[in-house]
């Protein structure tokens, strides 16, 4: 056990910290809206310069071209969050795509798509989720029908964010009706632009719609947008489910949100009396404080295990399950301890933190249900962790 | 930058884990609960053996010289096979007094000195409980006094807090759930005070991370017991643990106790480090342990049915084992108002 870090790696860290302070002022500020606007690709651009995003991503694919070192894109994140400057872009494309066809595109997909992806020039949306296809993703139904050089596409899909503002689409759909489901399927780029997709604005309970349901009807694409091979696309979406499972849960997140709630508490009074002063607040926020503290040192944990390149385990599993479920649970206690005043929402005088605990609170739910419902992960934790057996298949009628 | 066990300490665990599959399996537990006293000296002398009792007294005292996370190593092992033992006594004892009495030290690394503490009146007084230390002469009583019935000598706490190091006089055995270990109430009356030490609460945080690290051991032992009798009970022609309702029991427990695994590490290494949040961290990972072990205690114990429910299997006494240690040295409750004012949250 050993939390210190070597020479080395403190040098690095002073120097990411120098950086983001000096050129703190080419940052993009809330006014600075849309996911296209030019000071944040120009900011975007300065961090892979620096190696401070798309750190390993390959020179030749507009990355900054370094050897993997997790310690290191630990530091930079943790830099990024003790700063306040704004982070890197990290849309789906980045965060999914990019990791996907660095492993299976072909040379013209990684030449075409890597660079302006990395660069927030070209926006993405996943296609993945339909209205019958949720837990059970493999069930998908959105048909493609091969028509000589093309798909013709028809069919459904739901939960797409980013799906109004995105140049491309990488999307799941049905090649093979015959085969077993898991077989079936095929992983395919295709541009928005494409006559015959219908984005329209999914509204949820936080009062916005930050996700869209994408309608297809006779759209009909080139074969060339095809990752890897045909009926090979459940393969291929592995790879990035688990990329997007590790970004949720992340702990460093969940003790800035924590830290936030403590000020919250000191700052704030009922009664003439400090909220943090109510035994029963404090009590509470002590027991999240454990989590936060556990959640943390689990974090670490799995970096060393990946560092030394060993199986992660059970301590990875359970990352979304326990992460989203805190995060959850401290919103919960800023509404509880803020009382009447937990509920404003929108805007007015009274309103606190801007209402983002309401938002959270309702937000993290979603997170909590999505990339993997809490039930779906349970299944996880008991079958690959614990290795407890499988539900058994019902007989399925012809 | 590493999180995680050295080569020597996956042997130590490894090592401790052995011993315990090996020497004190349930049966013998059994037979020390009924009072047999043959059993429990057999484990005495195995972990005196092992050297068990010097983990953290300095190698030129004839100790191991290592830290706070080594000791936690062996007791989440002695907490996994429920085996009373004099080692958290010992541990706290001797990493209190390893740099202020030498002899003492070298006198428990040799097995020489057994210690019993009784800490409990520095979190909770009831009935009158409570040691007072006027003309170097130690009066009152003392609740819940662990590894105290067969020790040469005590650390016991007086009511400013400092520490001291006394003989054994009158005590009255408690009787508990927990019918593996013994606990006492202290009775001294102007007993010599050997020595006094200003601790401010040093000995208190190791003895609860202690405690936490015992009940880890006894609710990964439930959860693993839990999974294995999942995996071979039949009900409604399949393995119970096919079954959606009982695999997610198994898992809810797993996500619990995995980060809590990490918690008590840290908290280790950071009382090992000294570092200024150690004592909020072992008071926090102690209570949240016990969260924790209360439900796999009773979880593990629904996947179980009614078996568990029974003496057969014997998973009560990890139960029992859990249910203690939860209330010894401050409830969650009370850990969690000390965290606060040990960080400034709140007025003491």
Redesign the interface.
Known sequence: ??????PE?TAFRDHVAKLLEENAHLAPGPEDKGLKHPKRLAWQKFLIGEGLTARTIPKEYGGYGAEPDI?KSRIIAEEFARSGVPRPLAGQGISMLVPTLLELGTPEQKEKYIRPTLHGEMIWCQGYSEPGAGSDLASLQTKAVEDGDDYVINGQKIWTSTARQADMIFCLVRTDPAAKKHHGITYILFPMDTPGIEVRPLVDMTGSANFNEVFFTDVRVPKSGVVFEPNKGWQVANATLTHERGMLGDPNATKARFVEL?ELM?RETVNGERL??N?LL??R???L???V??????G??I???R??RESVG??GL?VK??GCELNHQIAGLAIDALGELGVLYGDGEHLRSEGSWQWRYMYDLGLIIGGGTA?I???I???R????????KPAVRA | MEFGLSEDQTLLQETVRRFVAEQAPLDLIRKIAEGDAEAKQTIATGMDELGLNGVVIPEELGGAGLGMLDAVLVQECLGYGIVPSGFLANVVASSTLSSVDTGLAQAIAAGEARFGIALNDLVSRRDGAGLSAENGGLSGTSMMALSAEDATHLLVCDGEGNLHVCAPEDHQVLSTIDRTRVFVELKLSKAKSQMSVTDDRGALARACLLLAADSLGASQAMLDKAVEYAKERKQFGRVIGSFQAVKHLCAEMAAKIEPSRALIWHAAHALDMDEDEAQVMAFLAKAHMSEVATFVARTSTEVYGGMGFTDLVGLHYWFKRIGVNRQLLGSPAQLRQMAAVAQGLAAA
Not at chain 1, 293 to 298: F, V
Not at chain 1, 386 to 392: K, W
């Open positions: 056990m050993d939390l210190t870090l070597s790696y310690l403590v000191k943090i002063d035994p404090c009590d926020l002590m027991a404080q454990a989590e503290y556990a959640m943390q040192a689990n670490l944990r970096m060393t295990s560092l030394k059970l301590a359970v399950l326990q039930q992960q349970k299944n934790i008991a079958e962790g614990l290795d407890m057996p499988r539900e058994p």
